[in-house]
């Protein structure tokens, strides 16, 4: 970590670019063409420091989707861990 309770700029950037790569992964893998439903999902650093992944906009038809992928996963028992 950097001074205070702000990363380092570059350990940021390597956190979102993975984030951002292994969310882009699991969105394929549940069937989803990211280019063309996140054409803009990308890692980033923002104004704090800290990692973000920018999904971007998209299009009602993909959240939709990406919602009934998320409730059929939760049915199932399936969570996340932080």
Do not use: C, Y
């Given at each position: 970590m950097a001074t205070?309770?702000?990363?380092?700029?570059?350990?940021?950037?390597?956190?979102?670019?993975?984030?951002?790569d292994r969310l882009a992964l699991a969105l394929?893998?549940?069937?989803?063409?990211?280019?063309?439903?996140?054409?803009?999902?990308?890692?980033?650093?923002?104004r704090g420091g800290a990692a973000v992944v920018d999904v971007g906009r998209v299009t009602a038809r993909v959240a939709t989707e990406l919602a009934a992928v998320l409730s059929r996963a939760t049915k199932r028992g399936i969570t996340t861990t932080g």
């Open positions: 205070g309770d702000r990363p380092d700029v570059s350990e940021a950037e390597t956190q979102a670019r993975q984030a951002a394929e893998n549940v069937g989803f063409d990211v280019g063309r439903a996140f054409p803009l999902l990308i890692g980033a650093v923002d």
